[in-house]
């Protein structure tokens, strides 16, 4: 029998039948049915103009114009008023410090939850404990540092009569920036638990054991494999608490009802306030800051967390 005789015809498989290529036809069927997907997205899309770019568009483009609704670069060059610098200098160094704590300790703990099971009642109840603290926030947050901390608080109540200690000799350090620091490593390292751990949990036995089989230590495992591998999410899970703590307004607005000291607070006097700093609308000027601020943080987090995801494939 030659080649042509085969069923399956000259050079062909045995009995398998040629691939039919859909008709004409379907291509319009095919085209409605994705024409009609996009219609899920219609509300979420709304959502997202209505309540967020909508808003946003109004807040900055208030930054651009006077009481009399003339377009002034005014506000925009109140932006380096020492007074205006100070606020984000305070809260740069706030988000900093938080970021970093909240990231060396929420690592830790990943690190140690890697020990447990996934499905064990401590694993879970971490996790869960987690997602909820990590959204526990503004006047709920605040009174319960208040009633702990305060300067009628449990803690400092006890801490005066068993040691004789007093936290409020130097001031009512709760209500001022340094007092802040608290309060946000509170939802700060479990947010830092919840983005991080799935990187941890992604770490491939196979070069742990690679590494034991070529005689590395459990040093240089963590120091040449694992570290350059984390290191991506690492910072761009501190740049997620960064920008987590430089717009959270809540809490601060909670404890601090006196000056404005970062620039939340800053916006909120602007817009309560008919001037500050002698210019109106200043409050659209701090918002595009905050904004730039904002996006110069996400964008190298999107970066980073690209550069994760190759490995976690």
Not at 127 to 143: D, H, I, K, W
Not at 226 to 232: H, I, N, Q
Request: charged letters at 10%; proline letters at 5%; glycine letters at 8%.
């Amino acid at each position: 029998m030659t080649i042509a005789d085969t069923p399956g015809g000259a050079g062909g498989d045995v009995g398998v039948e040629p691939r039919r290529h859909p008709g004409p036809a379907a291509e319009p069927t095919r085209r409605k049915k994705r024409s009609w997907a996009f219609l899920g997205l219609t509300p979420f899309a709304f959502y997202v103009l209505a309540f967020l770019a909508l808003p946003t568009i109004l807040a900055l483009a208030t930054g651009f114009f006077d009481t009399d609704g003339t377009i002034t670069l005014g506000n925009i060059a109140a932006l380096f008023d020492p007074v205006i610098v100070n606020t984000f200098i305070s809260s740069f160094w706030l988000s900093a410090l938080t970021a970093v704590v909240g990231a060396i300790v929420g690592a830790v703990i990943c690190y140690a939850m890697l020990g447990a099971r996934p499905e064990g009642r401590l694993r879970q109840t971490i996790e869960s404990a987690s997602s909820v603290l990590a959204q526990f926030g503004g006047v709920m947050l605040a009174f319960a540092f208040i009633s702990m901390m305060g300067a009628a608080g449990l803690v400092t109540v006890l801490l005066k009569s068993t040691i004789h200690f007093d936290i409020y000799a130097d001031g009512v350090w709760l209500y001022t920036v340094p007092g802040l620091i608290l309060p946000y490593l509170y939802f700060q390292i479990p947010l830092m638990v919840i983005v991080f751990l799935p990187a941890m949990e992604g770490l491939k036995p196979q070069w742990a054991e690679a590494n034991a089989t070529l005689g590395g230590t459990r040093f240089t495992y963590w120091t040449r494999i694992a570290a350059p591998v984390l290191a991506p999410a690492f910072f761009g899970s501190l740049l997620l608490l960064f920008a987590n703590a430089f717009s959270a307004f809540a809490t601060a607005a909670a404890l601090i009802s006196q000056g404005s000291q970062i620039v939340p607070l800053q916006i909120r006097a602007a817009l309560v306030s008919e001037t500050i700093l002698g210019r109106s609308n200043m409050a659209g000027a701090l918002a595009l800051g905050m904004i730039v601020v904002m996006i110069i943080v996400m964008t190298a987090y999107s970066f980073l967390q690209k550069r994760t995801t190759r490995w976690q494939r």
